[in-house]
Structure formats: structure tokens, C-alpha cells
């Protein structure tokens, strides 16, 4: 997680010019150039951006679920992936985009099947992490918990229970990582719509 908040980090300090605050495209694009340009070499992991989950198709000729990040087994000892899938926020109420993510794609296995965990990535145009993370977790009706680990970011995790579907085989307890990042406290005004 370290690496994808120093990507924030440097998404919003040097922006590219043709970031487009506003497109969920555009801020993955560009937030996972940076990510992989920052990811150690040696480590056993590796950083994918929109890496199919080819064993989570419907049907074997159906589309497979692409999270907008994969963190992977570099030698592919184990076939489990965090995923992280991010959502723009236009103020800290909105949250549907952001909740029905995660009770279709995180909840049902769909995304991080194979592992304990996964993460969504806010980008917020205006209002507070802390307000947003006091919204969604009323919402999912689960306490959003500072990770101390990366504090004073505006960094969450909640604890939840899977239940299996046609016998796949996945982690019941799963963790929810929330990384909500103020982008508007580095853009003009003018370059966010709310």
C-alpha cells in the first residue's frame, strides 16, 4: 500500500498535463504509470493495472473481471491477487458508485477471490475523507478503522465476512483497505467538477 500512496503522492505533486481530474480513466492511468515506475524490482510482487481475472469469467468465452489494479505473485506461487478498484468522488455524500464496487465485485469474490483482502481507491473532489469514510461505513453498517500503519493518511480498513458461491474456494474473512485521497486540495478549483 506503501507504494500506491506514494504514487498519490507523486500524481499529485507533478501532475502531468493531461490528467483529467474528473475521469476515473484518466486518474488510473495515470496514478498506475507511477505506481509501477516507483515498485522495487526485487520485490516478490508485482504492480499490473487492468489485469483480466481470467478464472472469475462467467462462461470461458465470456469477458473476465478486470480490477484497475492487481498486485500479483511475481513467480506466480499463488494464484491470489489484492485488487484495488478506484471510483472519483464528487463530495464526500457520494458514495452509491463507490458501495455497489464493492458489494459486486468484493463482496461476491469476484475481485480478490483468492485473498484475504482487497482496496478502493477514492478520489475525492471535494469534502473530507473522514466524512466519506464515516458515510460508507454507516452505510455498510461496519466501522471504518484508521490503518495506523500509514498514518496520518486518510487510509481505512473494515473487516467483513464472504460467504462462497458454487463451491469456490476463497477466504471467508475479508479486508477492506480505503484509500481516500483529497486530490482537491492539490488541483484549482477549475479543474474539478462537483
Known amino acids: 500500500m506503501t507504494y500506491v500512496w ?18 476515473e480513466w484518466s486518474l488510473n492511468a495515470h496514478l498506475g504509470r507511477r505506481i509501477r515506475r516507483l515498485w522495487p524490482r526485487t520485490s516478490p510482487f ?8 481470467m478464472d472469475k469469467r462467467l462462461t470461458p468465452r465470456s469477458q473476465p473481471p ?3 489494479f492487481s498486485i ?16 472519483v468522488i464528487r463530495h464526500d455524500k457520494d458514495i452509491d458508485a463507490y458501495l455497489t464496487k464493492i458489494t459486486e465485485s468484493f463482496f461476491t469474490g469476484r475481485y480478490s477471490g483468492g485473498a484475504s483482502s482487497g482496496a478502493m481507491i477514492a478520489y475525492i473532489n471535494r469534502g473530507t475523507g473522514k ?7 454507516t452505510a455498510l453498517k461496519k466501522e471504518l478503522l484508521e490503518w495506523e500503519l500509514l498514518s496520518p493518511r486518510e487510509h481505512y480498513i473494515s473487516g467483513h465476512e464472504r460467504t462462497s458461491k ?11 483497505h480505503h484509500l481516500l485521497m483529497e486530490l482537491y486540495q492539490a488541483v484549482p478549483p477549475s479543474g474539478l467538477k462537483v
Open 6 to 23: 506514494k504514487g498519490c503522492d507523486d500524481l499529485i505533486n507533478a501532475p502531468a498535463a493531461d490528467v483529467d481530474w474528473n475521469n
Open 46 to 53: 508485482e504492480f499490473e493495472s487492468s489485469w483480466p481475472l
Open 66 to 68: 478486470t480490477p484497475d
Open 72 to 87: 500479483l505473485s511475481r513467480n506466480n506461487a499463488r494464484s491470489a491477487s489484492l485488487d484495488f478498484d478506484g471510483k
Open 131 to 137: 466524512v466519506f469514510a464515516k458515510n460508507i461505513g
Open 166 to 176: 458454487r463451491g469456490a474456494q476463497r477466504p471467508s474473512e475479508f479486508s477492506l
